[in-house]
């Protein structure tokens, strides 16, 4: 079974700074995703970013990056200019390719910005 | 369009009662979830459909019972639940295998007490 961990209960960044989110997992398979979510007080999950495992190439959306570095199977998601409306809680979420549609979550890190 | 929608967003019944959350999406997903979300805490799958048929029941009590009416239709009805089911029930969809993407798209969420 694929075990997701954030070993970062909790984050806080100045506004405008760059924070890193960390993510590690645990696989037996080769080709699977990953995915970042936000989930802020208004409660909705929304998805960050994706990431194919075998496209190297990080994945990028706007201000939001990954660092995928698949032999370590660590997956940290680096948030440049943050700003306000970037607190929220951040979930790492693993989903095989193979074995159905089921997304394993990480515990979550609550990103607190500072203004 | 990304968008889930989801009725209604608060819920206040006693354990003795029925009711039903509903969830619509019109992005042509044919894999839809319900998830129930503790605070602080991932979203713990309950069920998955896929083309309409129950694929996943993670062992979720009976008194939780969904329904697929069609494609664009998730219910899950509630009968002589329990102060502990008190939880935001969050419903979601993702694209079927033929379009090679795979993410799970959530709507708002339902604030269910249960009293």
């Known amino acids: 079974a694929q075990t997701v961990t954030q070993s970062q209960p909790e984050m806080s960044v100045q506004e405008a700074e760059t924070v890193t989110l960390s993510c590690t997992y645990d696989t037996s398979e080769s080709d699977y995703y990953l995915f970042w979510y936000k989930q802020p007080p208004s409660r909705q999950m929304i998805l960050v970013i994706r990431q194919e495992a075998y496209k190297q190439q990080n994945a990028t959306e706007n201000r939001f990056s990954v660092n995928f570095q698949k032999a370590a199977k660590s997956f940290s998601l680096k948030i440049s200019d943050s700003q306000l409306g970037d607190a929220a809680m951040y979930f790492c979420?693993?989903?095989?390719?193979?074995?159905?549609?089921?997304?394993?979550f990480g515990e979550g890190t609550q990103l607190t910005v500072n203004p | 369009d990304t968008e889930v929608t989801q009725t209604p967003k608060h819920l206040v019944m006693g354990m003795t009662n029925k009711k039903s959350l509903k969830c619509e999406q019109h992005?042509?997903?044919?894999?839809m979830y319900w998830y129930k979300q503790k605070a602080k805490k991932p979203p713990e799958l309950m069920f998955v459909?896929?083309?309409?048929?129950?694929?996943i029941n993670e062992s979720v009590p009976s008194r939780f019972s969904p329904e697929c009416p069609n494609s664009s239709l998730l219910n899950l009805h509630l009968h002589a639940l329990q102060p502990e089911d008190s939880a935001l029930y969050l419903c979601?969809?993702?694209?079927?295998?033929?379009?090679?993407?795979?993410?799970?798209?959530f709507g708002p969420g339902t604030r269910l007490t249960v009293t």
């Open positions: 979420a693993y989903r095989s390719k193979t074995s159905g549609s089921r997304l394993t």
């Open positions: 459909y896929s083309y309409e048929k129950l694929s």
């Open positions: 979601a969809s993702s694209q079927d295998r033929a379009s090679g993407r795979w993410e799970q798209y």
């Open positions: 992005m042509g997903h044919r894999a």
